[in-house]
């Protein structure tokens, strides 16, 4: 899976190659790496990449990624070019706004009904992939159409998770 990453406001391309505990990915136009990713905790990572052992903390923000990699802050945004060309709605538009799952992965939490308001910001549906969990808000207040999602489901990418109005 290709991605597009801005790192502290500088582009760089990912591939990940492979997923799960023991990743392959290449940066940019760099030979492809391996690392071994653990998670002993929601939001904090032990990675080991090429003998170094570096402890991770990954927090949600609304505009992106906050990493800190020993006392080191790196604020990411992740971009799937994919996600992207399917036309979602941008912050703040008319009509309805159409959640969509940013990748592969399992449904662990649904966290509104048909028919609830939801604000700006508002967490709405976590689908968790390669051991992350990635929470899924609202771009904008409205009340919630419908949800063709349960916990436990296994979705893809660019799949309809939710529909607000």
Not at 153 to 158: D, K, Y
């Amino acid at each position: 899976m290709k991605l597009e990453l801005k790192i502290d406001g500088v582009d760089q391309p990912i591939e990940l190659l492979r997923n799960g505990p023991d990743c392959r990915f290449r940066l940019g136009d760099a030979p492809e790496r391996a690392a071994h990713v653990e998670t002993p905790e929601p939001g904090m990572y032990s990675v080991l990449l090429d003998g170094l052992s570096y402890d991770t903390s990954v927090e949600e923000t609304p505009t992106g990624l906050v990493v800190v990699v020993h006392g080191h802050r790196f604020e990411i945004e992740v971009r799937d070019p994919r996600r992207w060309t399917r036309g979602s709605g941008a912050a703040g538009a008319e009509g309805l706004q159409t959640i969509l799952s940013p990748m592969p992965g399992k449904i662990v939490r649904v966290l509104i009904a048909p028919g609830d308001a939801v604000e700006s910001g508002q967490g709405l549906i976590v689908v968790e992939a390669m051991k992350m969990q990635n929470e899924m808000k609202a771009t904008r207040a409205g009340r919630v159409l419908s949800v063709t999602v349960r916990e436990g489901a296994t979705v893809s990418a660019g799949e309809i998770l939710a529909t607000i109005e």
